[in-house]
C-alpha cells in the first residue's frame, strides 16, 4: 500500500512539473477559490526519498492537522515537495507565510503567486 501511494504522488509530480496539489494518497486537490500556504521547505534530487521523508513528517508532527496537503513542483534540476495549508482567507494566508518564512502564497483562484 504505501508504495503504490508514494508510487502515485510521484507520478503526479512528474506529470505537473509548474506545481501541484496532492492530498496524502496521492490524488490531486481541485479547490476553487482560497490559498496554499507552505509550512515546510523540502527539496532534492531523489524525489522517491523526498516523498518518504516529507510523508515521514506529516504522519509524526501533523498527523491530526486538518487542511493540510503536498504541494510539489519542479524547477527542472530538483523537486520541491512542502507540507501545504489550505486557507480561505487572505490576511490568515499571509500571517502564516510570513510565519514559516515564505516568499509567497498561492491565491488558488487567480493561479498565481501572492509575494510576501
Known sequence: MRHRKIN???KNLKEN???VTLNFRGAVVEKKRGYF???S???GKRLSLLITKTLTIQK???KYTKNLYLGGWNDGNKYFLDLTLF???KEKAEYLGRLFNQQAIFNINKKECVFL
Open 17 to 19: 512539473h509548474d506545481g
Open 41 to 43: 521547505n523540502i527539496s
Open 60 to 62: 509524526t508532527a501533523f
Open 37 to 39: 500556504v507552505s509550512i
Open 87 to 89: 486557507v480561505e482567507e
Open 8 to 10: 502515485l504522488i510521484e
